[in-house]
C-alpha cells in the first residue's frame, strides 16, 4: 500500500473545477473564508462538463407571467419526480442569482423577453457558445485570488470522518496518496456519462462524488434518470448543436434521406423533449444534420463551429447520434446545499431532485450559478467551527479495501463495462437487458476485485465508474413504466 502523507489545512476544501465548484469556491472567499483549496481532477477551468458545454444559461425571467410560464414548462420537463420545493426555489431566485453574475463582469451576453412595459432576462450565454470561454474567465478570477489554492490534476478518493462530521478527504497526487484535513468540503465534481460508450462528458466524468457520498452512507435518488443528448455531431468533427437552429431551417435526416422527425407523432418535430428525440434517433440507421434549408447568416452568427465545418466538408455529411450527457440524480439537494454528514456541502450535476426525470435545456448552467454560490455561502459559515484532527484510524478505514498496486492494466474491464451500459441501460430499456447488464457487471466487478492495479487513478476511477453503472442498472430495473429519459418497452 502507498504511504499517506499529510497536506496542508484548508477552512474550506472544494471537489471540482467546473463551474458549480469554482462559483462555490468565490462565493466562499465573497463569505469571509481566508482559506479555500480547490481540488480538480483535470485542470480546473479546463476540464469538466463545464468546459465543453454551449455556455447558454436559460432561467425563469423576474416578471410574474414569465416565470409563471417556465415553471410549468420546467415542472411538465420532470414529470412529477423533482422535488417540489427545490424546484420552485430554483425558479423564484435563479434569476437574482444570475443579476449578481453580472457584477463578476464576465463575458455573458444576456437576451431578454417583453411583459407589459418591461424587459426581462431569460437567457445569458458566450458568443459564441462555448463553455470554455466562461470557464477561463472564470479560472483567471481565481488565479487572481490569493486565498484560494488551486491544485489541478489531484484526484479526490474518499471523505475522512471523524465524529459523524467531515473531517477531511483523501486524495490521489500523481502517485501520491494525500490527506487533506478541512473544517468544511463542497462536493461539485459532476456526473458519470463515462459509463457508457457513446458520451458528450470529458473523461474525467466518472461518478466519484455520487461513489463517495454513498460510502459515508448518503443516499442517492433517481439514479435511472440519465439524459441522452442528441444534439452531438460525432463527424467528422465533434460538435454540440444549438437546438434553435431548428427553428431557422435545420432537420435531422436518416441514412434514406426521410425526414424521420417530420410526422404526427412529433408535433414539435426536432424540437420534441431531449428523451423524445434521443429515441427516435436511437431507432434509426443512420442519421445527419442536413442545413440545406437553414439560413446561413443564423447559422454564421450563433453557430460559428458549424458553420465552419460545414463549409469545410462540403461533401461529407454531418452525423449524428444521441450521447450520454447529463444525470437528473444524485446526492438529494436541498436550499442550503446541506448533507446529512455535517459539514458536507453538494452542488451541480452531483446532485438530485432539481430536475427530476428529465432536465429542461439551459437548466444546469443556471444551477451551477445558484448552488455552486449557496454552497460556498453555508459552507462558509460550518467552515467557521474547526473540524477534529483527521486521526489514523479514519484514514485506514476508507483504505481497508484499497488493493496491493501490481501490475494489471484495467483498460479492458472498463471498455466492457462502458459497452455492457451502451447495449443494455442506455436509451431505450427492457428487463431482460438490464438484468443482463447487472449479470455482467458482477462479472466486471468480481475480476476488478482481484486485481492489483498499475495505475491507481484508473483503479479508483473504475470503482466508481462500477458502482456508479450498477446503481443506474439496478434503479432503471427497479422502474417498470417508462418516466422521461428512463424508458423501458417491456
Known amino acids: 500500500m502507498k504511504r499517506v502523507i499529510d497536506a496542508p489545512s484548508s477552512s474550506l476544501l472544494v471537489i471540482g473545477g467546473g463551474l458549480a465548484g469554482m462559483y462555490a469556491a468565490l462565493s466562499a472567499r465573497k463569505a469571509g473564508v481566508p482559506d479555500v483549496t480547490l481540488l480538480s481532477k483535470g485542470r480546473a477551468g479546463g476540464s469538466g462538463n463545464s468546459v465543453v458545454a454551449m455556455s447558454v444559461h436559460r432561467f425563469a425571467p423576474d416578471a410574474p407571467g414569465l416565470r409563471e410560464e417556465y415553471r410549468l414548462r420546467f415542472r411538465a420537463s ?28 464576465l463575458p455573458l451576453h444576456y437576451r431578454t423577453l417583453p411583459e407589459g412595459a418591461g424587459q426581462y432576462d431569460y437567457l445569458a450565454c458566450c458568443d459564441p457558445k462555448q463553455g470554455r470561454i466562461l470557464t ?6 481565481i488565479d487572481a485570488d490569493s486565498g484560494i489554492r488551486v491544485l489541478d490534476g489531484v484526484t ?15 486524495a ?56 441522452f443528448y442528441p444534439y452531438r455531431i460525432y463527424a467528422p468533427r465533434r460538435a454540440d448543436i444549438f437546438p434553435d437552429i431548428f427553428e431557422h431551417g435545420a432537420v435531422f435526416r436518416n441514412a434514406r434521406g426521410i425526414r424521420f422527425m417530420d410526422t404526427p407523432q412529433y408535433p414539435k418535430k426536432e424540437l420534441e423533449n431531449r428523451d423524445v ?24 452568427r450563433e453557430c460559428p463551429n458549424i458553420a465552419r465545418m460545414h463549409r469545410d466538408f462540403p461533401d461529407q455529411p454531418l452525423l449524428v447520434r444521441p450521447v450520454a450527457h447529463f444525470f437528473m440524480g444524485g446526492i438529494p439537494l436541498r436550499q442550503d ?15 438530485g431532485g432539481l430536475h427530476g426525470a428529465n432536465r429542461l435545456a439551459g437548466s444546469a448552467l443556471t444551477e451551477t450559478v445558484l448552488f455552486g454560490g449557496i454552497a460556498g455561502r453555508e459552507a462558509a459559515r460550518f467552515a467557521a467551527s474547526p473540524a477534529p484532527a483527521c486521526s489514523a484510524q479514519a484514514v485506514a478505514r476508507v483504505m481497508d479495501d484499497y488493493p496491493v498496486s501490481g501490475t494489471d492494466d484495467l483498460t479492458g474491464l472498463k471498455r466492457r ?13 427492457t428487463r431482460s437487458g438490464l438484468e443482463q447488464a447487472l449479470q455482467e457487471l458482477a462479472s466486471i466487478q468480481a475480476e476488478f476485485s482481484a486485481c492489483h492495479p498499475a495505475d491507481w487513478k484508473a483503479w479508483l476511477q473504475l470503482r466508481n465508474l462500477l458502482f456508479t453503472a450498477e446503481a443506474v442498472a439496478r434503479a432503471a430495473l427497479q422502474r417498470p413504466e417508462s418516466l422521461g429519459a428512463h424508458y423501458r418497452i417491456n
Open 78 to 105: 420532470s414529470a412529477g419526480i423533482q422535488d417540489p420545493e427545490i424546484a420552485d426555489f430554483f425558479v423564484e431566485h435563479a434569476a437574482g442569482a444570475m443579476e449578481a453574475l453580472k457584477s463578476c463582469d
Open 156 to 170: 479526490a478518493c474518499d471523505f475522512l470522518v471523524e465524529h459523524n462530521r467531515i473531517a477531511g478527504v483523501l
Open 172 to 227: 490521489l497526487c500523481g502517485e501520491e496518496f494525500q490527506v487533506f484535513p478541512a473544517n468544511a468540503v463542497v462536493l461539485a465534481c459532476g456526473g458519470a456519462g463515462n459509463i457508457y460508450a457513446a458520451t458528450s462528458n470529458t473523461s474525467d466524468l466518472t461518478g466519484d462524488g455520487y461513489c463517495m457520498a454513498a460510502r459515508c452512507g448518503l443516499p442517492l435518488r433517481d439514479m435511472e434518470f440519465v439524459q
Open 337 to 351: 446545499c446541506s448533507t446529512d454528514l455535517a459539514g458536507l456541502y453538494v452542488c451541480g450535476e452531483v446532485t
Open 277 to 300: 428525440v434521443a429515441r427516435a434517433m436511437f431507432r434509426e440507421e443512420g442519421v445527419h444534420l442536413d442545413l440545406t434549408g437553414c439560413s446561413m447568416e443564423y447559422l454564421e
Open 417 to 429: 463495462l462502458r459497452q455492457v451500459m451502451w447495449e443494455h441501460v442506455s436509451v431505450i430499456r
Open 136 to 141: 477561463q474567465a472564470l479560472r483567471s478570477r
